[in-house]
């Protein structure tokens, strides 16, 4: 049985960001213009290189946070479900996307609402634990998933729309995959589709 769905997650701060988000880029930039003028600086004093070089370690750190920290505020998800895999890719600042994760259906051991009873006893099971999100305040909405992969168990947490919940139950075959909690979150996001 074929089965296709797609769910965009956006991200609504997005917009009410833009003027921190230039403001981050504008302060990266200097950082980054800042520690390489030291280091072209330290060329001319070849004697003082390495105190040069501790002086332009702390702008090109911040570079780097502050990048990071942009990217996330900037951040949407694509969810595809397409036969036998999930597929999620970032969408960085609305314009460039990368394939993130890429998960086979028949990997995934559990799956369930975060603040769960469920969550709370594979939590320990997992190596690695992968944020797919944007709304961080409603754990009512976050589910998680545990999958198997070559490196361990990971978890991935995302937050899913009614239709993706839908077509998830009808590509995962074991029914026993699904924890309790997913049946209130079905009827809670049912509820909304209805509005």
Known sequence: MEQYYEQTVVNK?????AKK???LTIAKTACLIIGVFILVSSAMMITLFWVFILFAT???VAT????KVNKRNNTEYDYVIDDEYI???????RQRRKLKHTIRLRTIESVGVFDSEGYKKIEKNAAKKILALVNYEDEKSVVYMLYSTDKGKRIIFIEPDHGF????RRGVSAVTVFDKSMSELERRLNEVNLV
């Open 87 to 93: 597929k999620i890719t970032e969408v960085y600042y």
């Open 165 to 168: 919940i839908m077509t998830l």
């Open 64 to 67: 780097v946070i502050i990048g």
């Open 58 to 60: 702390p702008f090109f």
């Open 21 to 23: 988000t230039k403001a």
């Open 13 to 17: 701060n997005i917009d009410e960001r």
